[in-house]
């Protein structure tokens, strides 16, 4: 069966330290990956977006950014974290033949 | 662009009672629709879509086309199903991502 993982669970960082949050799917190929943003109030903001290794789409212009440097791997990065940067931050995953996603647990991101 | 309006953050209401979550979507066409919650210390995972036409955990859902509307409906409330619900279309083509409501915070009250 597909499992997504993400790491860390919690992270506290400073303004303007760098951040990098990894996900990972395990049990399929080629899946569509996405990270969201949940803040507090305000639902969830589709943030990136992927359909292959190398193929990153942005939503929102942002301080983000993402990479996939493998198949089932999918990266989110900042090189100076801002303030408003802090948020819970959701990867998901679907296939290429349904819009169903599926979330892991996510990454509480404070930053101070 | 697309949206999906939740007008109510917080809904309370004794066990035993019927629920009714609003959804009202944007898109003139024909959407893909879904409900997701997220318990407690729980992920966020999908509790139905409309294509499916199932009842999950006593759930329902119906598209209303000309209320452009997707409401999540349960005839007997249960304490379990305090959570947080989301309402989420995917309007696009391709692999776009889906557009999520605010939500509401469902309490059922003993």
């Known amino acids: 069966s597909q499992t997504i993982h993400q790491w860390p669970a919690t992270l506290v960082q400073p303004v303007g330290s760098p951040l990098s949050l990894e996900c990972t799917v395990e049990?399929?190929?080629?899946?569509?990956l996405y990270w969201y943003r949940q803040a507090a109030g305000r639902g969830l903001q589709l943030l990136f977006y992927?359909?292959?290794?190398?193929?990153i789409s942005s939503e929102v212009p942002q301080n983000l950014s993402a990479s996939r440097p493998q198949d089932r791997q999918f990266i989110l990065s900042s090189k100076k974290l801002l303030l408003s940067d802090s948020g819970f931050y959701l990867c998901?995953?679907?296939?290429?033949?349904?819009?169903?996603?599926?979330f892991g647990p996510g990454t509480r991101l404070t930053v101070t | 662009a697309q949206r999906v309006t939740q007008p109510e953050k917080l809904l309370s209401v004794f066990k035993g009672a019927p629920v009714e979550l609003k959804c009202n979507y944007s898109?003139?066409?024909?959407?893909?629709l879904f409900w997701y919650v997220q318990y407690s210390r729980q992920r966020l995972q999908l509790l139905l879509r409309?294509?499916s036409r199932e009842s999950i955990k006593g759930f329902t859902a119906d598209l209303n086309k000309g209320e452009t509307s997707f409401h999540l409906k349960k005839p007997f409330a249960q304490e379990e199903d305090s959570a947080m619900y989301y309402c989420?279309?995917?309007?696009?083509?391709?692999?776009?991502?889906?557009?999520f409501g605010k939500g509401t915070h469902l309490i059922i009250q003993p």
């Open positions: 998901a995953w679907s296939q290429d033949t349904s819009y169903e996603q599926y």
């Open positions: 049990g399929t190929s080629n899946p569509n």
């Open positions: 992927s359909v292959g290794i190398g193929q």
């Open positions: 898109y003139s066409g024909s959407p893909e």
């Open positions: 409309h294509i």
């Open positions: 989420a279309q995917n309007s696009g083509g391709g692999a776009d991502g889906l557009t």
